[in-house]
C-alpha cells in the first residue's frame, strides 16, 4: 500500500470504517412508550436512533392490501375465494392455474388481484364512510389514493396500524411472513415476535421493499432497505431482531386446564394462617400438604381453584397457552442458556398442541411426570420473556417429547440442547437435530415444509451401512446421527446444513440415487474442506453407487 495512502486512512476514525454505506443500511420505525423512533440498521447492528421525522413519507406499495383485508373482516363479508386461471402474470403471488386461495393466505402471499375492490365490488362511497367513522386519512379512505405509489407519512402509517380493526386476525396470520422469509432462516433471529405485510416498489430503477405491521404485542412498527422486502428481512433480520423487545403477546392464546400434582394425592390445603381453605378460587400463597407428608408452597394470582371431593382435596390451574408453556419451563428446565430455553418452549408449546384435550374453550393436560410438569406458581420474568420471544411458535410434520438427558427419535435433550447453545447453535439448529423431519411453524396452522420422502430415507440408511467401512477412511467423515430427506419441488438437489435435510427429487432412478449420495456426503463432511470441494464430493459418491 502506498504510505501516504495509508496515512490517510489511519486518520479516520474506526466507525467511519466499519459501518456500511447509505446503500447497505434500513431504517426501522416504531411506535415506543416515549415516542415514534427512527433506527437506521446495518446488517449486523443498529447504527444509531432518532425520534420519527414528522416529513418522512414511503410509498405505500403492498401495504394497501391489508386496510381491504381489515375492512373484509371487521364488516363480516363473505366472498369468494380467487381461481387463478393463468389469466395474468400476477398470479405467481396467488396460486397455480387450476387452484384457489382465500383470504388468510391471500394475505400472507401478497395477492393482489384477490384484494381488488373491482373483485370484491367494494363501493367507493360506503368505504369512505366506514373509514372516514374512523378519522382515517384521505390515502385510506379514498379507494383511487389507496395504491401502491401513493406516498404516505410514515407517522401516519403508524397511527393507521395501532387502530387498525382486525388487528388480531391480522397479527395471527402474518406470523407466516417471517416463518418463510429467506427460506426459514429468518426466525434465527426473529422468533414470533414479528407479524408483518411486506411491500416492494421500483421507482426509475431503483428497487426498495420493506414491512409494516405489529410486534406481538400490537405496537405498529415499518421497515425499509435497498432490494425487495425478502432481501430486507433476510439481509437485516439479525439486526432488527436485536433492535426488537420481546413484550408479552396481547393475545397469549387459549387457556390450558392444568391438573396440578395429578400423581401426588393431596391431604389438605392451608392458607397463610395454616387453616384449612375454602373450595374455590385461590388468592396468594398456600400451603400444600400431600398424602406422603410432604409440603410445598404454591401461589396463585387467581389461576388455581380448589376442589374439595370424596378423594380428597385437587387443584387445578387455569392458564392462558404462553403462561402454562412460561410455567413449565421453570419447573422442567431454565430460561438460560437462552437459545436452549427457546428450543425448549417451542417443543413444550408443541407438545401440548399434540396431546392436550379439549374442554370447553381449553386444552386439558396433566401435570406430571408422564406429560409435563407445571410450576404450581407465576412464571418468572427470564421463562416468561422465553415464552414471549417463541409465541405461537410449534413444530409441524412430526411429534415431540423431551427428556433431561435422554436424547432419541424425536426426543429432545435437554442437556444436549445446553451443549449445542454454548458451541453458538441457534435454537432453530437445536430443535433441527432432535427433529429433522419438523418445521417451525403457528400454533393456528402447523404446516410442515419438508415433505418426507421415507423411500429414499430408507435407502440411504441401508447404503449408509454398507458404505461405512469406505467411509470411515475418509479424511473428515462424520456418520450423521439424524438426518431427513425431504421432497424437492423445483431446482437442483441440495442440502440445508442447519437443518441437517437433504432436498431431492425421489428415488427413481441411477442419477435420483447419485444425487441422494452426493448430498448426504456433503452433510457428512460438513466439519472438513472436502464437504464444499464438488468435485471431490461426486467422484466419491459415483464411486459409492456405480461401483
Same mark, same amino acid.
Given at each position: 500500500?502506498?504510505?501516504?495512502?495509508?496515512?490517510?486512512?489511519?486518520?479516520?476514525?474506526?466507525?467511519?470504517?466499519?459501518?456500511?454505506? !447509505?446503500?447497505?443500511?434500513?431504517?426501522?420505525?416504531?411506535?415506543?412508550?416515549?415516542?415514534?423512533?427512527?433506527?437506521?440498521?446495518?446488517?449486523?447492528?443498529?447504527?444509531?436512533?432518532?425520534?420519527?421525522?414528522?416529513?418522512?413519507?414511503?410509498?405505500?406499495?403492498?401495504?394497501?392490501?391489508?386496510?381491504?383485508?381489515?375492512?373484509?373482516?371487521?364488516?363480516?363479508?363473505?366472498?369468494?375465494?380467487?381461481?387463478?386461471?393463468?389469466e395474468s402474470k400476477e398470479e405467481v403471488y396467488c396460486c397455480t392455474t387450476g387452484q384457489s386461495i382465500e383470504r388468510d393466505a391471500a394475505l400472507?402471499?401478497?395477492?393482489?388481484?384477490?384484494?381488488? @375492490?373491482? /373483485?370484491?365490488?367494494?363501493?367507493?362511497?360506503?368505504?369512505?364512510?366506514?373509514?372516514?367513522?374512523?378519522?382515517?386519512?384521505?390515502?385510506?379512505?379514498?379507494?383511487?389514493?389507496?395504491?401502491?405509489?401513493?406516498?404516505?407519512?410514515?407517522?401516519?402509517?403508524?397511527?393507521?396500524?395501532?387502530?387498525?380493526?382486525?388487528?388480531?386476525?391480522?397479527?395471527?396470520?402474518?406470523?407466516?411472513?417471517?416463518?418463510?422469509?429467506d427460506e426459514g432462516r429468518t426466525p434465527a433471529a426473529l422468533g414470533g415476535r414479528l407479524r408483518v405485510k411486506t411491500w416492494s416498489w421500483d421507482?426509475?430503477?431503483?428497487?426498495?421493499?420493506?414491512?409494516?405491521?405489529?410486534?406481538?404485542?400490537?405496537?405498529?412498527?415499518?421497515?425499509?432497505? !435497498?432490494?425487495?422486502?425478502?432481501?430486507?428481512?433476510?439481509?437485516?433480520?439479525?439486526?432488527?431482531?436485536?433492535?426488537?423487545?420481546?413484550?408479552?403477546?396481547?393475545?397469549?392464546?387459549?387457556?390450558?386446564?392444568?391438573?396440578?400434582?395429578?400423581?401426588?394425592?393431596?391431604?389438605?390445603?392451608?392458607?397463610?394462617?395454616?387453616?384449612?381453605?375454602?373450595?374455590?378460587?385461590?388468592?396468594?400463597?398456600?400451603?400444600?400438604?400431600?398424602?406422603?407428608?410432604? /409440603?410445598?408452597?404454591?401461589?396463585?394470582?387467581?389461576?388455581?381453584?380448589?376442589?374439595?371431593?370424596?378423594?380428597?382435596?385437587?387443584?387445578?390451574?387455569?392458564?392462558?397457552?404462553?403462561?402454562?408453556?412460561?410455567?413449565?419451563?421453570?419447573?422442567?428446565?431454565?430460561?438460560?442458556?437462552?437459545?436452549?430455553?427457546?428450543?425448549?418452549?417451542?417443543?413444550?408449546?408443541?407438545?401440548?398442541?399434540?396431546?392436550?384435550? !379439549?374442554?370447553?374453550?381449553?386444552?386439558?393436560?396433566?401435570?406430571?411426570?408422564?406429560?409435563?410438569?407445571?410450576?404450581?406458581?407465576?412464571?418468572?420474568?427470564?421463562?416468561?420473556?422465553?415464552?414471549?420471544?417463541?409465541?405461537?411458535?410449534?413444530?409441524?410434520?412430526?411429534?415431540?417429547?423431551?427428556?433431561?438427558?435422554?436424547?432419541?427419535?424425536?426426543?429432545?435433550?435437554?442437556?444436549?440442547?445446553?451443549?449445542?447453545?454454548?458451541?453458538?447453535?441457534?435454537?432453530?439448529?437445536?430443535?433441527?437435530?432432535?427433529?429433522?423431519?419438523?418445521?417451525?411453524?403457528?400454533?393456528?396452522?402447523?404446516?410442515?415444509?419438508?415433505?418426507?420422502? @421415507?423411500?429414499?430415507?430408507?435407502?440411504?440408511?441401508?447404503?449408509?451401512?454398507?458404505?461405512?467401512?469406505?467411509l470411515e477412511t475418509e479424511a473428515g467423515y462424520e456418520e450423521l446421527q439424524s438426518f431427513a430427506v425431504c421432497r424437492l419441488s423445483s431446482g437442483?438437489?441440495?442440502?440445508?446444513?442447519?437443518?441437517?435435510?437433504?432436498?431431492?427429487?425421489?428415488?427413481?432412478?441411477?442419477?435420483?440415487?447419485?444425487?441422494?449420495?452426493?448430498?448426504?456426503?456433503?452433510?457428512?463432511?460438513?466439519?472438513?474442506?472436502?464437504?464444499?470441494?464438488?468435485?471431490?464430493?461426486?467422484?466419491?459418491?459415483?464411486?459409492?453407487?456405480?461401483?
Amino acid at each position: 500500500m502506498h504510505a501516504r495512502l495509508a496515512g490517510l486512512i489511519l486518520l479516520l476514525p474506526l466507525s467511519a470504517l466499519a459501518a456500511p454505506g !447509505p446503500q447497505e443500511q434500513a431504517q426501522l420505525a416504531w411506535r415506543t412508550a416515549q415516542g415514534d423512533e427512527l433506527l437506521r440498521l446495518g446488517p449486523q447492528q443498529v447504527l444509531d436512533r432518532q425520534p420519527l421525522p414528522a416529513d418522512l413519507h414511503a410509498p405505500l406499495g403492498s401495504l394497501w392490501k391489508l386496510f381491504v383485508y381489515a375492512w373484509l373482516n371487521d364488516t363480516g363479508q363473505q366472498e369468494p375465494a380467487y381461481q387463478c386461471r393463468g389469466e395474468s402474470k400476477e398470479e405467481v403471488y396467488c396460486c397455480t392455474t387450476g387452484q384457489s386461495i382465500e383470504r388468510d393466505a391471500a394475505l400472507v402471499k401478497s395477492c393482489g388481484l384477490y384484494f381488488q @375492490p373491482q /373483485r370484491l365490488g367494494i363501493d367507493g362511497a360506503v368505504w369512505s364512510q366506514y373509514w372516514q367513522a374512523r378519522h382515517a386519512p384521505a390515502w385510506v379512505a379514498r379507494l383511487d389514493e389507496l395504491a401502491p405509489q401513493t406516498e404516505v407519512p410514515v407517522a401516519e402509517l403508524l397511527d393507521q396500524l395501532q387502530h387498525l380493526p382486525a388487528q388480531e386476525q391480522a397479527r395471527k396470520v402474518l406470523l407466516d411472513v417471517s416463518l418463510a422469509a429467506d427460506e426459514g432462516r429468518t426466525p434465527a433471529a426473529l422468533g414470533g415476535r414479528l407479524r408483518v405485510k411486506t411491500w416492494s416498489w421500483d421507482e426509475n430503477g431503483q428497487r426498495e421493499g420493506g414491512f409494516a405491521g405489529w410486534l406481538v404485542d400490537g405496537t405498529p412498527l415499518w421497515a425499509r432497505g !435497498p432490494g425487495t422486502s425478502k432481501t430486507v428481512l433476510a439481509k437485516y433480520g439479525n439486526a432488527i431482531g436485536a433492535a426488537l423487545p420481546a413484550p408479552w403477546p396481547s393475545d397469549p392464546g387459549r387457556c390450558v386446564e392444568v391438573g396440578l400434582f395429578s400423581r401426588y394425592p393431596l391431604k389438605e390445603v392451608y392458607d397463610a394462617h395454616n387453616q384449612p381453605v375454602a373450595e374455590g378460587l385461590l388468592q396468594g400463597r398456600q400451603s400444600v400438604l400431600f398424602a406422603n407428608g410432604v /409440603r410445598l408452597d404454591v401461589d396463585s394470582s387467581g389461576d388455581l381453584f380448589l376442589v374439595r371431593g370424596v378423594e380428597g382435596p385437587r387443584l387445578t390451574a387455569r392458564l392462558s397457552r404462553e403462561e402454562y408453556v412460561a410455567r413449565v419451563l421453570d419447573r422442567e428446565a431454565s430460561a438460560v442458556p437462552p437459545e436452549a430455553a427457546k428450543a425448549l418452549a417451542v417443543t413444550i408449546r408443541t407438545y401440548l398442541l399434540q396431546n392436550g384435550a !379439549p374442554r370447553g374453550d381449553c386444552l386439558s393436560i396433566d401435570d406430571s411426570s408422564q406429560r409435563q410438569r407445571v410450576a404450581p406458581r407465576p412464571a418468572s420474568e427470564a421463562a416468561r420473556g422465553i415464552a414471549a420471544w417463541t409465541a405461537d411458535l410449534v413444530l409441524a410434520g412430526g411429534t415431540v417429547t423431551y427428556h433431561s438427558d435422554e436424547a432419541g427419535q424425536s426426543k429432545l435433550s435437554w442437556r444436549d440442547a445446553q451443549e449445542q447453545a454454548a458451541k453458538g447453535l441457534r435454537y432453530d439448529a437445536i430443535l433441527a437435530r432432535a427433529f429433522p423431519r419438523t418445521s417451525l411453524s403457528r400454533w393456528s396452522n402447523p404446516t410442515a415444509a419438508c415433505q418426507p420422502l @421415507p423411500e429414499a430415507e430408507r435407502w440411504l440408511k441401508a447404503q449408509r451401512r454398507d458404505w461405512r467401512p469406505r467411509l470411515e477412511t475418509e479424511a473428515g467423515y462424520e456418520e450423521l446421527q439424524s438426518f431427513a430427506v425431504c421432497r424437492l419441488s423445483s431446482g437442483r438437489p441440495y442440502v440445508d446444513r442447519e437443518r441437517q435435510r437433504i432436498y431431492v427429487r425421489g428415488l427413481y432412478s441411477q442419477q435420483d440415487r447419485l444425487d441422494l449420495a452426493h448430498e448426504y456426503l456433503h452433510l457428512a463432511f460438513q466439519a472438513h474442506p472436502n464437504g464444499q470441494d464438488e468435485g471431490y464430493v461426486e467422484s466419491l459418491a459415483r464411486r459409492l453407487i456405480l461401483e
